[in-house]
């Protein structure tokens, strides 16, 4: 079955940076794209990017462009979000999630499914 | 940037009824729009999208309708396992962005 599996959970200090991983299992890594989602507490998610398994290609939301990158280890089926200049109002679960539809099929869906079980991001001098 | 909100914000209900949900977007989506079911602790999981499509292994008692900036989400009879928060979210203009959720929750 299709599994994404996050690294732990992780306490940063203002200012300093955070990469979460997402070890993907269970399809054909490079078929799909990855996006990557937040959620603070009490709050709605909030899309970040997403990265094309197969050349690499991101595309990020404009509230985090110079701030997110989102690499992949295609050997290691794993992608990753790397969030620098961290500050407490990023404290937040971050969850990878795969994209609906193949990439052969020429676009991305944005529709997310599955996702990962999350890593907590806390922030915080 | 199309902005969507939901209603309403909490719904008590009993298990075996019915539940309806709005989502209403600021501008039109055209059938571009996705319903997820988070329960405390866990991932979000998609149920519904491009607006009345479920997703794989998705119970029937779940369907999407509407189009345009007006959805509405159904669960025919509620089960106990339903009680959750519901997110909406359009993939018709970036950002990609969800509303703040109907709670569905027991009377």
């Known amino acids: 079955q299709v599994q994404l599996v996050q690294s732990g959970a992780e306490v940063k200090k203002p200012g300093a940076s955070v990469k979460v991983s997402c070890k993907a299992s269970?399809?054909?890594?490079?078929?799909?794209?990855i996006h990557w989602v937040r959620q603070a507490p009490g709050q709605r998610p909030e899309w970040m990017g997403w990265?094309?398994?197969?050349?690499?290609?991101?595309k990020y939301s404009e509230k985090f462009q110079g701030r997110v990158t989102i690499t992949l280890d295609t050997s290691a089926t794993t992608a990753y979000m790397e969030l620098s200049s961290l500050r407490s109002e990023d404290t937040a679960v971050y969850y990878c999630?795969?994209?609906?539809?193949?990439?052969?099929?020429?676009?991305?869906?944005?529709?997310?499914?599955?996702w990962g079980q999350g890593t907590l991001v806390t922030v915080s001098s | 940037e199309i902005v969507l909100t939901q209603s309403p914000a909490t719904l008590s209900l009993s298990p075996g009824e019915r539940a309806t949900l709005s989502c209403r977007a600021s501008?039109?989506?055209?059938?571009?729009l996705a319903w997820y079911q988070q329960k405390p602790g866990q991932a979000p999981r998609l149920l519904i999208y491009d607006a009345s499509n479920r997703a794989t292994g998705i119970p029937a008692r779940f369907s999407g309708s509407g189009s345009e900036t007006d959805f509405t989400l159904t669960i025919s009879s509620l089960e106990p396992e339903d009680f959750a928060i519901y997110y909406c979210?359009?993939?018709?203009?970036?950002?990609?962005?969800f509303g703040p959720g109907t709670k569905v929750d027991f009377k």
């Open positions: 999630a795969r994209d609906l539809v193949p990439i052969s099929r020429g676009w991305t869906s944005d529709w997310f499914d599955p």
């Open positions: 501008q039109s989506v055209r059938t571009f």
């Open positions: 990265i094309n398994a197969a050349n690499g290609n991101t």
């Open positions: 979210q359009q993939r018709s203009d970036w950002p990609r962005a």
């Open positions: 269970g399809y054909i890594f490079t078929d799909y794209v």
